[in-house]
């Protein structure tokens, strides 16, 4: 599994941001893009969500930036990447469910808090069916089901507070 670069860049954000010295003080995107050399227009739309999803919290105004609107301990990072990550489809025969169709696996995947689903082999858009040929039968698709749950389940047990431990040093690499 490979996350984008989105989820990427919105975790070095909320990790710039709670490794400050002062962390009620504000950042501005700028310095965030300065730090960690990204795109101020990429970094935009990502700081906007993370603001829409109560991470973040924005002040307007000449004197106006962002910081963190949470605790670093409240902030879970498997809860943040399910937010924001928008695929989790690691093969064909998986497939974000859509409220048009029943899938067989969408109570599991969402009990499980994953936005997946196993494509039903028999769902046909014009003539073409879609997945895989060998779906009907196919063991895979549970290996890289249980490995994408395990992937997620890892995620859930840290919380930012987790990964800037070593506040100090994080910080003088940023500045």
């Known amino acids: 599994m490979r996350l984008t670069n989105y989820s990427d860049y919105a975790l070095r954000s909320l ?10 003080t504000l950042a501005n995107i700028s310095d965030i893009v300065e730090s ?4 101020k227009s990429h970094l935009t739309k990502i700081i906007h969500q993370l603001g829409q999803l109560g991470y973040i919290e924005g002040v307007r105004g000449k004197n ?11 902030i879970n990072l498997g809860v943040l990447i399910k937010q924001i990550e928008p695929d989790f489809a690691l093969v064909e025969c998986f497939a974000t469910p859509s409220p048009s169709r029943e899938h067989d696996n969408l109570k599991s995947a969402e009990q499980k808090g994953l936005s997946i689903a196993l494509v039903n082999e028999t769902d046909v858009v014009g003539q073409e069916v879609l997945g ?5 039968a196919c063991q895979l698709k549970g290996v890289f089901f249980a490995a994408l749950t395990a992937f997620i389940n890892v995620l859930e ?5 987790d990964i800037i431990n070593n506040k100090v040093e994080l910080a003088e690499l940023l500045s």
């Open 132 to 136: 895989c040929v060998i779906s009907p």
């Open 64 to 74: 106006g930036g962002i910081r963190l609107a949470r605790a670093p301990k409240d």
């Open 36 to 39: 960690y050399n990204i795109s």
């Open 15 to 24: 990790i710039y941001l709670a490794v400050k010295p002062e962390p009620q």
């Open 157 to 161: 047990g840290y919380t930012l507070a």
